[in-house]
């Protein structure tokens, strides 16, 4: 069994700036792609920004509305992912979640999700 925590949401004024953070744990022996999504009330969950790790070093990918504001790493040692979020906007409010592919000693991957860590940005 895998287990996503994720923390650093809170309540934030508009151009301020978050951290988040998701540390995995559990049976893993690799894990694949990591990345963030958020759900903003009334709309569907949406995809935030992603990063996989490769022989060459790690590849990201940005939704549109946050690129330039938003940077996704990770640490592989501890298994965490981590995305920094600034000059953040009323419209970036919404429950964000953790996803990670992740690989168990059994060979199976497995995609797992975050319980959710609620950004909320006042204008």
């Known amino acids: 069994q895998v287990q996503l925590v994720e923390s650093g949401g809170g309540l934030v004024q508009a151009g301020g700036s978050l951290r988040l953070s998701c540390a995995a744990s559990g049976n893993i022996f690799k894990i694949g792609t990591m990345g963030w999504y958020r759900q903003a009330p009334g709309k569907q969950r949406e995809l935030v920004a992603t990063?996989?790790?490769?022989?060459?070093?790690?590849?990201?990918r940005y939704a549109d509305s946050v690129k330039g504001r938003f940077t996704i790493s990770r640490d592989n040692a501890k298994n965490t992912v981590y995305m920094q979020m600034n000059s953040l906007k009323p419209e970036d409010t919404g429950v964000y979640y953790c996803n990670a592919d992740t690989l168990g000693y059994s060979f199976r991957w497995l995609e797992v999700w975050g319980q959710g860590t609620l950004v909320t940005v006042s204008s």
């Open positions: 990063i996989t790790s490769g022989d060459s070093g790690d590849s990201t």
